[in-house]
């Protein structure tokens, strides 16, 4: 299984960029989600997407302005981010588990891609 994050970059505070996570090596998963790690900080959840039902978590301070997706044709997975403040600035990574369980821990994901840095100045 593998999991291949893009389209981080350089943002201005008050930005959107949309990230995609593309699956390959395995059709089915129950959960894909996000996570984020800024610097000196620990990992954390930032959202999750049921495969098939669609249905979306969020962690809190994410909610209103940052949005789950995904495409089961492509196998792929999106997170749209609006309202970037300087604070959203960390590696971005994606993961995804077949145990059918929704985890906001990074120890409930199997597979992980290889992160994507977002940068917001302001």
């Known amino acids: 299984v593998q999991l291949q994050a893009s389209g981080g970059g350089l943002v201005q505070a008050g930005g959107s960029l949309r990230l995609s996570c593309a699956a390959s090596?395995?059709?089915?998963?129950?959960?894909m989600g996000w996570f984020r790690q800024a610097p000196g900080k620990e990992r954390e959840f930032v959202a999750a997407?049921?495969?098939?039902?669609?249905?979306?978590y969020y962690a809190d301070d994410m909610k209103g302005r940052f949005t789950i997706s995904r495409d089961g044709a492509l196998n792929t997975a999106y997170l749209e981010m609006n309202s970037l403040k300087p604070e959203d600035t960390a590696v971005y990574y994606c993961?995804?588990?077949?145990?059918?369980?929704?985890?906001?821990?990074?120890?409930?994901?199997?597979?992980w891609g290889q992160g994507t840095l977002v940068t917001v100045s302001s």
């Open positions: 993961a995804a588990d077949s145990r059918f369980v929704v985890s906001n821990r990074d120890d409930g994901y199997e597979y």
């Open positions: 997407i049921t495969w098939r039902a669609g249905k979306k």
């Open positions: 090596g395995r059709t089915w998963y129950y959960v």
